[in-house]
């Protein structure tokens, strides 16, 4: 029992107080005003600097501007906000003075002329029809006075500025916030929880008993809600057969129901970072991680309430777009967003890699339907590639074609024209209100009970909407088509302030692919490291630069350096992306690559003397970094295993007469068991007992050497595509055609006639195994990749003929991601539908624990 404990307690805070912000003695300077200037002045005149720099003064409507830049600023100052401005401003500035590349916005700070004259934001909120109030509302934000004396503000209605930052200079940006705010900052907290699917499989295995298979149905049943699993309760209501399993595992969902949404762990934010006006352990309590940064005790939510948090995302496309530039030497800034290389380009997509936004799969297809002409296009490209907005797309894509309005009403076109009369932007709505009657502030109040669903305050804004249209003598059709737009809104409408701030970073990445494409590869090549599965990631370029005429040239240890580089009008594979090479390795291979080899004997020794492993040095063999030195990898990589058995005095024995066995360690040997290797005095450098220990360890690799032989094209392909992530001397089709068995290339499917038969072979990329929803039948939907495109499989059951019954029940597995499969079937529009399968199983191996597979 614990006696005289006292547990350390913090001082109860009743809101956020704002960091405290000491700015430069330079930066009044350089406004002309002096160092005493309250900081409302301060920002006032960083305006006006603004305002001059981006040519506003010149422009026809600056008076707009004028009237706008002025309600921002008071509303700041009259919300106490005006501090937490000049906090990002502060950031933003060391960025754009240290030629840190960061993003022109992210999320609703687009919407702020303020944020655009300091050059927080670069998207000009005027000219782009966004509103102040879907950043700062006036009556979404408040100040509270402390017991104390002190005014707090409510940190969950605090404004929210996001800043997207190079993804390598990221932690630059981060010490330098903590050297601003020493002692006041941390990162955030996360905490992970028991979502529905998650505890319904493990509660399936502990309570029940179940097997893989049968929590796998369990959890299928589950369903989501823009891409997230609902909860049990509300999964039961929605689907029969999670009803009908509840009811067959009754104890299963009864504990689940009491675990679910506990914690199961917890991690760092992946940008999050907390500052606090007093030190930060008086605030709340901190953690360490295991490298030794600060953690908030406390999660998001509970942090937001004690300090201000800001959101500083390192964005990998920023550095690949900084790296390429770099490379041409011209500013990413000054790209036209506008210029027709872009859109025509997009207009014929077949190439998404590193178009960003645009290279995952759902907005890839978005932008191949709608092909955009223009940056507003580009923007309505991303807003609608969301769950919800997906419902958007054929109406907006009929708008593009045709230009006519797809407006719910003729009285919305205008507010609407945006995004071609569709309702799509979270924006249309406020300008929609505001058009009927309401004020800006009202519009976004609406909104925000709207799009949240808020129940208990539907009925009292319908009934506003229908009063406000009356007392405006307006239609009752025009109310009801408005209403109608927005009961639905949660569902579908995304903020534009976020799309079109995107749009941009797509427009900019999207241009120097279609006009540099070389350059863009090799960023997005160097860029690969980083991502979470490398391999693949290059493995997709891969796919692509043939249609740009450009070659991903082997890896070669007198031609390739540590990481990608430009040859000719071709690209070198990087030795550092070579798996198997870890960080620690690479300065040690560029030494290896640095030192001049005339034979194969000192090849091996050099590779020691660099200290890189045999498991290396084999890597770098089956990756062909050593194929100038002629003779068949498989051999090499024996004789390199053999040499390695070697003692120093062995090996350089060998060396020294080298030159009259042709540099063959196997020969080499021949002539020691004839006693014709000696030493200085004439004595033989091996003894039998010696040679007979030499001959065991040759057999072990001797078996790996005739395992691999046996199949050497497929060995090739095999080990440059699990150690480059490409394969560059044989494709799959090479490996496995024969006369009556002839695979169709992924990238000829699109012209193949739906229905003809065909063959095709690939490498396994995901295996799903569920149940349709029509009919209850179970099927596999294979993902596969070859050299030059992917394609999707569906093996299921028909009506007629139990395919996958049959397959399974003959004792056959469920294809696994890496596998490599052939499969025939029909092609029906964009599915493959299988009708036979099989896994090819043929072992090649590396250590001598592969030959036990």
């Known amino acids: 029992m614990l006696t005289n404990f006292q547990p350390y307690s913090f001082p109860l805070a009743e809101g956020v107080i704002l960091p405290k912000i000491k700015i430069e003695p330079r930066f009044y300077k350089e406004l002309g005003i002096n160092s005493s200037s309250s900081n409302y002045e301060f920002l006032r005149r960083l305006c006006w600097k603004g305002i001059q720099e ?225 030190d930060l352990t008086d605030t709340m309590p901190v953690q360490k991680t295991k490298d030794g940064d600060l953690v908030s005790g406390f999660e998001m939510h509970d942090v937001g309430a004690l300090a201000v948090k800001f959101d500083i995302l390192g964005l990998k496309t920023l550095t690949v777009i900084d790296d390429c530039c770099k490379q041409l030497n011209i500013n990413y800034r000054t790209i036209d967003e506008t210029d027709t290389s872009i859109y025509e380009f997009l207009g014929n997509l077949i190439a998404p890699q590193g178009i960003f936004q645009v290279e995952t799969e759902t907005t890839f297809r978005v932008c191949q339907k709608v092909k955009p002409r223009c940056i507003e296009h580009l923007t309505a490209v991303i807003a609608a590639s969301r769950p919800g907005t997906l419902s958007l797309v054929d109406d907006y894509v009929k708008f593009v074609e045709t230009g006519k309005s797809q407006a719910p009403h003729p009285f919305l076109e205008d507010v609407f024209d945006d995004a071609g009369g569709t309702p799509m932007y979270q924006e249309s709505t406020l300008r929609a209100l505001n058009k009927i009657g309401f004020d800006l502030e009202s519009c976004e109040s609406a909104r925000k009970v709207i799009a949240k669903k808020i129940s208990e305050k539907m009925p009292e804004w319908e009934a506003k909407l229908f009063d406000m249209a009356e007392k405006n003598k307006l239609d009752k059709s025009i109310p009801e088509a408005l209403w109608k737009v927005m009961s639905d809104s949660a569902n579908y409408q995304f903020a534009k302030c976020h799309s079109r701030s995107y749009a941009q970073i797509t427009a900019i990445t999207c241009w120097l692919k279609a006009n540099h494409p070389t350059e863009f590869f090799l960023s997005l090549l160097k860029m690969a490291k980083h991502e979470q599965e490398p391999l693949q990631q290059i493995h997709k370029i891969s796919q692509e630069l043939p249609l740009f005429g450009i070659k991903l040239l082997a890896p070669d240890l007198s031609k390739s350096h540590a990481d990608f580089s430009i040859e000719g009008k071709n690209i070198r594979f990087g030795l550092s992306s070579i798996k198997g090479i870890s960080d620690k390795s690479v300065n040690a291979l560029m030494g290896f690559c640095d030192t001049h080899f005339d034979n194969k004997y000192e090849v091996f020794c050099g590779a020691e003397n660099s200290k890189l492993s045999i498991a290396v040095l084999c890597g770098l063999i089956q990756a062909g970094c050593l194929d100038s030195f002629g003779g068949e990898r498989c051999r090499m990589v024996l004789e390199a295993q053999v040499f390695h058995q070697l003692t120093q005095r062995e090996k350089l024995a060998v060396m020294e007469c080298g030159e009259s066995h042709n540099y063959d360690i196997f020969a080499a040997l021949r002539l020691a068991a004839n006693g014709e290797i000696v030493n200085d005095k004439g004595k033989p450098v091996f003894t039998e007992k010696r040679l007979e220990k030499l001959r065991g360890e040759h057999a072990k690799f001797k078996a790996i050497y005739d395992q691999n032989i046996k199949h050497k094209e497929f060995c090739y392909w095999y080990f440059e595509h699990n150690l480059l992530g490409y394969s560059y001397s044989y494709n799959l089709r090479q490996v496995f055609d024969e006369p009556e068995h002839t695979y169709t290339p992924f990238l000829e499917l699109q012209s193949c006639e739906d229905g003809e038969t065909l063959r095709l072979v690939g490498v396994v990329t995901d295996c799903v195994k569920a149940k349709s929803k029509k009919n209850g039948e179970k099927y596999l939907r294979i993902h596969l990749a070859d050299e030059g495109g992917n394609a999707t499989c569906l093996f299921m059951n028909t009506s007629k003929f139990r395919k996958l019954d049959e397959y399974l029940e003959k004792g056959n597995a469920e294809p696994k991601k890496d596998q490599i499969v052939t499969v025939v079937g029909k092609k029906n529009g964009d599915i493959f539908f299988v009708d036979k399968i099989a896994i090819l199983d043929e072992v090649i191996a590396l250590k001598l624990r592969d030959l036990k597979k």
Do not use: M
Not at 59 to 73: G, I, M, T, W
């Open 54 to 278: 981006r040519g506003i003064d010149k422009l026809p409507n600056a008076k707009d501007y004028y009237a706008r830049v002025k309600y921002e600023l008071e509303t700041f100052e009259e919300l106490n906000f005006t501090e937490y401005i000049l906090l990002n401003w502060e950031v933003h500035k060391f960025c754009i003075e240290n030629n840190i590349p960061k993003g022109p916005a992210r999320g609703s700070a687009a919407s702020s002329c303020v944020l655009y004259l300091c050059r927080v934001t670069d998207i000009d909120p005027l000219k782009n029809g966004l509103f102040f109030e879907r950043f700062v509302s006036k009556s979404r934000a408040r100040k509270i006075v402390g017991r104390d004396g002190i005014t707090y503000l409510d940190g969950s209605l605090l404004a929210d500025v996001d800043s997207d930052i190079s993804y390598d200079r990221r932690p630059e940006v981060i010490k330098f916030i903590e050297e601003k705010h020493k002692g006041r900052t941390a990162k955030i907290l996360t905490l992970g929880t028991l979502s529905s699917k998650l505890v319904l499989r493990e509660c399936g295995k502990i309570v029940d008993g179940l097997n893989e298979e049968s929590v796998n149905e369990i959890s299928s049943h589950v369903p989501k809600k823009f891409n997230i699993p609902v909860e049990i309760n509300e999964g039961i209501e929605e689907s029969d057969k999670l009803k009908e399993l509840s009811k067959q595992y009754p104890k299963t969902f009864s504990v689940a129901k009491k675990l679910e949404g506990l914690i199961k762990s917890t991690g760092v934010h992946a940008s999050g970072i907390a500052i606090s006006h007093n």
